[in-house]
Each structure stands twice: as C-alpha cells, then as structure tokens.
C-alpha cells in the first residue's frame, strides 16, 4: 500500500503562484510514476502532469510553461509549481502514484480557487 497526502492548495489571484506538495508513504519502492490531476467542477478529472523515475516529466497543453513537476527522492515528496495561475486552473487536485503493476494510489484531493 501506498499513501499519499497532499498540500498547499488554496486561493489565489490571477496571475499568481501556488506550489503544490505530495508526500508518500508505505511502499513507495513499487512506484515508478507520480503526477497530478485536477477536476473542476462538473468536468472529467484530467491528467496536468507526471513525472517518472528517470525523472521525465510530462505536461499537459492546458499547463505546459506555466507549471512544473519535480521530486525531492529523500523526502519521498513531488511538486507542482503553479505559476501565472487563470480562473480555468480551479479545481481539486489530486495526487497520483502509480506502481510497476499500473495500480493508481490516490489522495485525498486539495483546492485550488484562481479568482479573476
């Protein structure tokens, strides 16, 4: 099993930047990709990145060269950074792992509100 708990969420103009955490847990050595999606409201939950165990990352269009995902290894942690934020960034993000098997691990999902 896997845990995934994420942080930082929250309310931010237009314009701004919000950095988004996701600690794992349990056992994270049959993990070999992380990412964030995001569903707004009355919409399909949507991929906006992942980042894999060489590293890589992959962006969707919606958010490519504004946000960018990393990993701090030690601290079993993936980042979002949020920048140059728009009202149609709002929505639940949620952190995903997946395993070698392709199981999905979930958490709990955070707020993001973008206002105009």
């Known amino acids: 099993q896997v845990q995934l708990v994420e942080s930082g969420g929250g309310l931010v103009q237009a314009g701004g930047s919000l950095r988004l955490s996701c600690a794992a847990s349990?056992?994270?050595?049959?993990?070999?990709?992380m990412g964030w999606y995001r569903q707004a409201p009355g919409k399909q939950r949507e991929l906006a990145a992942f980042?894999?165990?060489?590293?890589?990352?992959y962006y969707a269009d919606s958010v490519k060269g504004r946000f960018t995902i990393s990993r701090d290894n030690a601290k079993n942690t993936v980042y979002l950074q949020m920048n140059s934020l728009k009202p149609e960034d709002t929505a639940v993000y949620y952190c995903?792992?997946?395993?070698?098997?392709?199981?999905?691990?979930w958490g709990q999902g955070t707020q993001v509100t973008v206002s105009s």
């Open positions: 349990g056992n994270i050595s049959t993990i070999n990709r």
């Open positions: 995903a792992a997946r395993s070698t098997s392709s199981y999905d691990y």
């Open positions: 980042i894999i165990s060489t590293g890589s990352a």
